[in-house]
Nanobody, 126 residues
Framework: QVQLVESVGGLVQAGGSLRLSCAASGRTFSRYALGWFRQAPGKAREFVAGISRSGGVTRFTDSVKGRFTIVRDNAKNTVYLQMNSTKTEDTAVYYC???????????????????WGQGTQVTVSS
């Protein structure tokens, strides 16, 4: 069992940067692949970024490639989403999630993830 808590999001002007963090409780944090999802009002939740258990492999949805990075610090039981060159379309509630199934792959579907944070609002203004 893993409990995930996102940091407070925030407001950023388009083109600016923002870093989200997600802290996990438990002693088995490194056993989970981790992902960030987001959901805009009236839209489905979508995969944003994922990172393997060791942190050596990452993947991103096309819309954020080259702009976002994902990093994990297993010693601190924390995963980060660094958002650079933000766009108004990045506005959404962001969720971190843990995947107990991923071994050699990083899953991108919401149903593949077992544990979820409460979500945090990110607003990008023009």
């Amino acid at each position: 069992q893993v409990q995930l808590v996102e940091s407070v999001g925030g407001l950023v002007q388009a083109g600016g940067s923002l870093r989200l963090s997600c802290a996990a409780s438990g002693r088995t944090f490194s056993r989970y692949a981790l992902g960030w999802f987001r959901q805009a009002p009236g839209k489905a939740r979508e995969f944003v970024a994922g990172i393997s258990r060791s942190g050596g492999v990452t993947r991103f949805t096309d819309s954020v490639k080259g702009r976002f990075t994902i990093v994990r610090d297993n010693a601190k039981n924390t995963v980060y989403l660094q958002m650079n060159s933000t766009k108004t379309e990045d506005t959404a509630v962001y969720y971190c999630a843990a995947d107990s199934h991923a071994i050699a792959t990083l899953n991108v579907f919401e149903s593949d993830y077992d544990y979820w944070g409460q979500g945090t609002q990110v607003t990008v203004s023009s």
